[in-house]
């Protein structure tokens, strides 16, 4: 089980991301597939730096700066197929 506190600022923010607690068969692909993993990866990256990041676990290369630019363009590409799913869905449910 990995629990991470982090202090930013004045304040305290404790994040806990337990990626042990999901199902074993969930666990290799919830690296990719899920947003809160690249999201939670960019925040740690913006709140504690290279070290506290972890996204190299995620993606496995050297390079922070593109590992930050794959998990935001992993959730820029989620974000448009929920928008683009929303809005058909919409459509159909007012089409007469």
């Known amino acids: ?3 991470v506190a982090t202090s930013a600022g004045s304040g ?17 692909c ?4 899920l947003p809160w993993t690249h999201a939670l990866g960019i925040v740690r990256y913006a709140l ?3 070290a506290g990041s972890r996204l190299s676990d995620i993606w496995g290369l050297h390079s922070v700066s593109s590992m930050v630019a794959l998990s935001f363009g992993v959730l820029l590409v989620m ?15 007012t089409t007469v």
């Open 1 to 3: 089980m990995s629990l």
């Open 12 to 28: 305290v923010l404790a994040a806990a991301y337990v990626s042990s607690a999901a199902p074993g068969s969930t666990n290799p």
């Open 30 to 33: 919830a690296a990719y597939a």
């Open 48 to 50: 504690m730096g290279d």
């Open 79 to 93: 974000a448009c197929a929920a928008i683009y799913g929303a809005i058909r869905t919409f459509d159909r449910a």
